[in-house]
């Protein structure tokens, strides 16, 4: 049997976790980044870890992976 997302009632997650973040970053900075990808509702940003938690308004099953 196949698996599909949309009838299982799986709801992907909607926080992506940033790491190796600039510590001169700014909130701005990172929704600029994410916003060709969703809409942002949220940013946490933990400026002396390196790390950035993004929430986005719908899940990120359908976010590409993006890797460098």
Known sequence: PS???ED??????KVLL???VPYDATELDIISICQPF????DVYL???KG???IQFQVGLARLPL???
Do not use: D, H, M, R
């Not at 299982?8 to 997650?13: C, I």
């Not at 969703?38 to 509702?41: A, E, H, N, T």
């Open 3 to 5: 698996f599909c997302i």
């Open 8 to 13: 299982s009632g799986y709801e992907p997650n």
């Open 18 to 20: 940033f790491k190796k």
């Open 38 to 41: 969703g809409v942002v509702s």
């Open 46 to 48: 933990l400026k002396n």
């Open 51 to 53: 790390y950035a938690f």
């Open 66 to 68: 993006l890797i460098s």
